[in-house]
């Protein structure tokens, strides 16, 4: 199979299920953020200190291409059915939560405003949420034009509390406070 197939050379991109449409097109915005977002994470695995935390993203790195191929495929239309892809993973938030309950008990009180930073694998794990983010905000775009399984947005909004909280624990474990947001003087 050759990786290159000149389909997209006219700005179009196939979609799961059939039709085509523009690669600024909602719906290819949100599949490619949470790509995006899965190759963040992948890189910060290679920045990550903390093993438990390394065999939490790389779950949640299965988990997003799930959710990428739901939003690639659009809601069925008259004389063509939707594919059968994998089931949005909305079993992992209520796990998501607990790794946050569980963090946060062995955290400091969160007192200010935290600055991405500190420890290598903490600042990798900040870029992570803020691409979740955007993510999270273009998925909402999308939902707002099409139908988007309401477990996707769940899912990017417990994901980004737990990127958050994640980063803080590897300041935490690597010996480093948080980096907090001091007021300019006025």
């Not at 050379?9 to 977002?37: I, M, Q, W």
């Not at 065999?55 to 809601?75: K, N, V």
Request: aromatic share 6%.
């Amino acid at each position: 199979m050759k990786i290159y197939t000149r389909t997209g050379d006219d700005g179009h991109t196939a979609l799961f299920g059939g039709g085509r449409v523009p690669k600024d097109d909602a719906r290819v915005s949100a599949y490619g953020t949470v790509d995006e977002l899965n190759a963040v994470l992948g890189w910060s695995l290679t920045q990550v200190t903390d093993e438990t935390t390394r065999a939490r993203m790389e779950s949640i790195q299965h988990d997003l291409f799930a959710l990428g191929a739901d939003l690639a495929t659009p809601p069925p239309k008259k004389g063509r059915t939707k594919p059968l892809t994998p089931p949005v993973p909305t079993h992992r938030v209520d796990e998501m939560e607990r790794w946050i309950d569980e963090a946060d008990d062995e955290l400091p009180p969160l007192r200010a405003f935290v600055l991405p930073g500190g420890t290598e694998g903490a600042a990798a794990l900040h870029m992570a949420r803020t691409v979740c983010r955007r993510a999270e905000r273009d998925v909402v775009r999308l939902a707002a034009a099409e139908e988007v399984d309401a477990g996707v947005l769940v899912y990017l909004n417990r994901l980004s509390d737990l990127l958050f909280t994640l980063a803080r624990l590897e300041n935490h474990r690597g010996g480093q406070g948080d980096v907090e947001w001091v007021k300019p003087e006025q």
